[in-house]
């Protein structure tokens, strides 16, 4: 097998036994099952190539690309890892049309960087974007801070390529906004988690870079409020909100802890704080008026002052310049430090319905004064998403409590009609959660869909579908 | 049979003989195959009970809503014809959360009226809005006239509820802007053409109703002009351009054919006339100035002044009332008309990339030029989103050359990276181009797909894939 493998990628790209460090851990370093060999296609065709010898051969093949997923979905324990980093060109960016053109290996943020030169963006942004790549991205169908104002991945991509089970490679490589030939073999794909093939490049759809931003930091009594906050700030800049992001009280204070540096962005503490970032995109509400305003930063301005005259928000602090703003995205962007910082902790990634997020929050507040009164709640969420990154420290190091804990919270967002993955996927680590809550009937299709396109089962095995 | 489905919709919803009449025809009353029996049950328990019974038995059964489609997908010779016409309730319409949740029966224009009170708009327009039903639209992954800003039938989706081909009830009625939860169903029946199983309700993403628009018609010497055009608007206004339509020369004269009543645009004539709406989503840009200008109108005279003077546009008229909006529409939505007014005509519905509009618009006036040098060229686009429909007059009336024409019409937009089914999709009259054009590959996925998920092949057999 390893030479059959070595004739296909070069014996370069073979690494096995302690070269095969990395590749074999999750991004905290929690090693894994030892993979039989790591493989590094560098085209296309060498993907195709290695798929038909593990099909033939009926040996499990595990795709990896940044390696920065969160439900160990690239777990490759006696399976052939095929890691799509070397095939990492961003082949083309066509700004006339607004697309870019790139290998499942392309970093998010080189992808950020190339487009930037066109006055573009491609709006998928999240912590881990400085290694994350595409491939990984699409089939897990990622999200971010974004996702309010452009959509999750699957939104920002209109054609892809793909290696089948059975080695085939599949161009849907188009550049179309309008297809409907047959069957969305795109979008059954993304989010497959490498199950039922490996996307090896991809069309993705780039969105003008906002010509000015805004961002503060605004307090409210209740969760709800910020909802309407949302609403109101949509409704006057004309859905120009591109981020909206909650922090707890709690979140605030453990944030204050990890360094003696941070600032707090209120004189007083209060318990629902709110990131909130507007982009302009025309030019007229990025131009300097005669003052030197901004005005969309004015309009955010003075829509926050006149929140605060009613008494609709608490507190209110608009980003001054870059370095405030910096200030403020830090704070959110420490989240995987500080919802780790005390072991053990619970975590899940839940969405409920947007208009039911205080309903969620409350039902969270019940099960920790059920279970463990006191357990500190860090979660932070994509507010205007209804996604919750759920976070409780609870006041004893007690791993069963912690899933005790979880798997209350996961039932009350599935009550509320939410989904216990909003955007982290399934992998192994959600295992659990699909045999509790996924309908019988959907599975079925899903399984059917599985075995119809990898009758042999070597893609990916035993993530997203639970064992029969 | 016949027994059996009146034991389970009653007796008054199993129609046969002439009772099938409007069923079993196109919406030209052209008569297709008769139905075995149009089916119209009430509830989604009644529609799987139906599909069971036809699984059970080898019962071919084909769905239908709104009967508007345009490649006979609900041809039903021999079939159940199943009718989930009477399944038109709008449940529930939530304006704080911006959804609507309703069954596969409800029409186009009573979604539309239904959250207009709200204040939001579901943005799929098109011609047959009055007589389309959503289960179709989303069968059909429709789109019209507002996919530039709003995207396709997809787009604006949450959640649906399908009955599969074995029967079984699928509840993917998610609410939820994120949900990495698994293969994405929803994605995969829609578009499927009722292949893969029926839909039978769904949630619906609203958006603000735009507060103000403006509608003007703009001359420019070629296409590639108008997409400069497009990209200037898009970038003066912020993306607020709804509506980007393209009508040639010869489609204005045949529409001047059609009624005397009609009204020439301007005062000469010009070869690329296009119609261009931008929606004020945002107060300040429709709140009326202190001379009672709204903003956005004076906007978009202002940048079409600027326009004329660079001399990038010919001519720009904008719309100075509701009666001269309406009559621009008009003009646009006589498409069906105008493009079937002279017998036999070539039709195709076309993507290609939208920078390759003027290469596909040249392809077609050679294949005009070496094949019927004299036909006319009366195609409307969606020019924003690369979409052609192709409408073309032979010199003479001879339906071989307009098949002549539209295939090699075909193969130039395939060429030029583009699609044989832009917004249409395949039913039965694509089949000839799924043939030509398909990759093996792709066909070979989504036949395994329905095999594994119709095993028996009863749902809408022969459409969407060609026989093997």
Redesign the interface.
């Known amino acids: 097998m390893l030479e059959r493998l070595r004739e296909i990628v070069g014996t370069a790209h073979v690494l096995t036994g302690a070269d095969m460090a990395g590749y074999d851990a999750d991004w905290s370093g929690h090693k894994r099952g030892t993979p039989l060999a790591v493989v590094r296609p560098g085209t296309t065709q060498e993907v195709a190539a290695i798929v038909k010898l593990a099909n033939e051969t009926g040996t499990p093949i595990v795709p990896q690309a940044g390696n920065t997923g969160l439900t160990d979905a690239t777990e490759a324990g006696g399976a052939i890892l095929l890691s799509v980093g070397r095939m990492n060109r961003i082949r083309e960016v066509?700004a006339?049309?607004r697309?870019a053109i790139v290998e499942a290996g392309a970093i998010l943020s080189s992808i950020h960087d190339a487009v930037a030169e066109h006055g573009l963006i491609f709006p998928l942004y999240f912590g881990a974007r400085g290694s994350a790549m595409i491939g990984g991205a699409l089939s897990?169908?990622a999200?971010g801070s974004n996702?309010?104002r452009y959509g999750?991945t699957?939104?920002l991509c209109l054609g892809i390529e793909a290696v089948?089970p059975n080695g085939?490679?599949?161009?849907?490589m188009?550049?179309?906004?309008?297809?409907?030939?047959?069957?969305?073999?795109r979008?059954?794909l993304?989010?497959?988690e490498g199950t039922?093939g490996i996307i090896t490049a991809a069309v993705l759809k780039l969105h003008?870079a906002p010509l000015a931003t805004a961002t503060a930091m605004v307090a409210v009594p209740r969760v709800a409020d910020a909802?309407d906050l949302l609403?109101r700030l949509?409704?006057?800049?004309?859905?120009?909100v591109q981020a909206f992001e909650y922090m707890p009280r709690a979140y605030m204070e453990t944030y204050l802890e990890l360094s003696p540096a941070h600032r707090e962005p209120f004189e007083g503490r209060h318990d629902v704080n709110i990131l909130v970032e507007v982009g302009?995109?025309?030019?007229?509400?990025a131009t300097p008026d005669a003052s030197g305003q901004i005005p969309i930063a004015a309009?955010l301005e003075e829509v926050l002052g006149a929140l605060f005259e009613e008494e609709a928000i608490l507190a209110a602090v608009v980003a001054q310049n870059e370095a405030q703003r910096s200030e403020m995205w830090a704070r959110r962007e420490a989240a995987a430090e500080v919802i780790t910082l005390h072991e053990p902790y619970a975590d899940r990634d839940i969405?409920?319905?947007?208009?039911r997020m205080q309903e969620f929050v409350d039902a969270v507040a019940a099960i920790i004064a059920r279970l463990d009164p006191g357990a500190r709640d860090v979660s932070v969420a994509?507010l205007g998403?209804?996604?919750m990154h759920l976070g409780v420290f609870p006041t004893r190091p007690d791993a069963a409590l912690c899933t005790e804990i979880g798997n209350a919270v996961e039932d009350a967002a599935l009550a509320l009609?939410?989904?216990?993955?909003?955007?982290?996927?399934?992998g192994l680590s959600?295992q659990p959660?699909?045999i509790r809550?996924?309908?019988p009937?959907?599975?079925?299709?899903?399984r059917?869909?599985?075995?119809?396109?990898d009758p042999n089962g070597i893609m990916n095995p035993g993530k997203?579908?639970p064992p029969v």
């Open positions: 066509r006339s049309s697309i897990t169908n999200g996702v309010l999750n699957r939104d089948m085939d490679i599949v161009d849907l188009r550049q179309l906004h309008k297809d409907n030939s047959g069957y969305d073999l979008h059954l993304i989010g497959a039922l003008p909802l609403n949509q409704q006057e800049t004309g859905g120009a302009a995109i025309a030019p007229r509400d309009h969405a409920v319905p947007v208009d994509h998403d209804g996604n009609g939410g989904s216990f993955s909003a955007e982290h996927g399934i959600k959660s699909m809550y996924k309908s009937t959907a599975l079925a299709a899903m059917a869909i599985k075995a119809a396109l997203v579908l």
